[in-house]
């Protein structure tokens, strides 16, 4: 049999691919084969990337989702009314970006970065890709201290670490955004950046909340990222991405970030929606198989920076709707398994009257007490622990008349307690008057309050502190560590506080 030499083969080869196609280099310009719901087919442009900014006529920019064989899937950042097919069609070069700096903050900007809040330019020369690989496990450190969201069901119970990624979840209208909104007005003074990322909700509601973030005057150190229900689903879709590079700019620096993505379950529906008429495949649920890679990608850059690079931090809160309480469904479950925690937020809890809304029975906090002051920690040690029990006899009490004294004393401290973790929207409490709120309810001394006055006899307690033992309260904001001496002096307090509640309650009777 005669033996093929390689020269021969590749001499062969050489000659057939010699006048292949006759390829001119054009490859930086191509044309529309078909166009519609915002999605365009483009041939001509082979050398085309994943990711990349194309231009199309009348300033439109799309960019490049799918790379098929013989044409290239994009999805256009504007109106698609304007383009029809044979347009021509340029590459940029430039994966999609968005401006970053601190030029941004106070603004209200769209997934592009564009200003729509009447304040003229956005004045940076700096930009960022929107995607990134996520920083890998040495360029972190272990997340160890606290940020604090001013709501005392979450700083004592389920506590947040500058770095972690929690989940807020619930069904609809249970106050999930509350939370977040909170957590931003809570940064004040505390040198956090904060970005809010609105994704598939009404123009009106998200003009409500820059306004009431300006009342606040939160509004100095937070830039919102809107890409509203009217939007075409790729901006919804590169919203998050474009606010978490807004955010990464930030951290680099050294910074301290809290970002809230508001909320995932309408940025799958925007993913799905794209994929769909790019003629992907749909798998589970109908959502395409990638979708948990879409937002492992993108919670998986939040991190806490090692000190050798510089020790910033960029802490994710995402937020996913459920239905009907079902956590079990299939967005929410891929959330949950990115996330280090999540806070539960359940519609009954909320329709009795407890504000916030948080199941400190299925929430849980990951990162857990590293999170945590010591003081924090010394006054919330068992605070999960009796609430769990307060629940179980509080069931158990609805058969049974006769309640034995220990029964009935855990149920009348559950009750305090519950009482005692209702927070109004809008008004976080430092780390110091939460300490002192849940060191009263650790230590006995709500047991002489009834349980419809806790709310008045806290806001007296935290008055008090502030005037007569202003030390004390410096001292824990200050230390985070309740020494014997600082005890004697919040006893001392505390005893003052009950004496005179005892008194009026004499007084009224």
Known sequence: MKQIRPEEISSLIKEQIKNYDQKIHSDDVGYVISVGDGIAMVQGIDQAMSSELLMFPHGVMGMVMNLEEDHIGAVLLGSDTQIKEGDEVRRTGRIVEVPVGDALLGRVVNALGQPIDDKGDIKTQKTRPIERVAPGVMARRSVYQPLMTGLKVIDSMIPIGKGQRELIIGDRETGKTAIAVDTIINQKGKNV???????????????RLAARLEEADAMKYTT???????????????????GCAIGEEWMEQGKDVLIIYDDLSKHAVAYRTMSLLLKRPPGREAYPGDVFYLHSRLLERAAKLSDELGGGSLT?????????????AYIPTNVISITDGQIFLQADLFAS???PAVDS???VSRVGSAAQTKAMKEVSSSLKLDLAQYNEMLSFAQFGSDLDASTRKIIEHGARLT???????????SMADQVLSLYAAKYGYLDAVKVEDVASFEKKLHTLFATKYPEVKSEI???????????EKIDAGMKEA??????????AE
């Open 193 to 207: 950046y904060c970005i809010y990322v609105a994704i598939g909700q009404k123009e009106s509601t998200v003009a």
């Open 224 to 242: 919102i990222v809107d890409a509203s229900a009217s939007e075409s689903a790729p901006l919804q879709y590169i919203a998050p991405y474009a």
């Open 316 to 328: 994710a809160l995402p937020i996913i709707e459920t239905q009907a309480g079902d956590i079990s």
């Open 353 to 355: 009257g407890q504000r």
């Open 361 to 363: 029975g299925l929430s």
């Open 419 to 429: 009482a005692l973790l209702k927070q109004p929207q809008y008004r976080p409490l």
């Open 477 to 487: 904001e200050e230390k985070g560590v309740l020494s014997k001496e600082l005890k």
């Open 498 to 507: 009950v004496d005179s509640y005892t008194l009026m309650q004499g007084a």
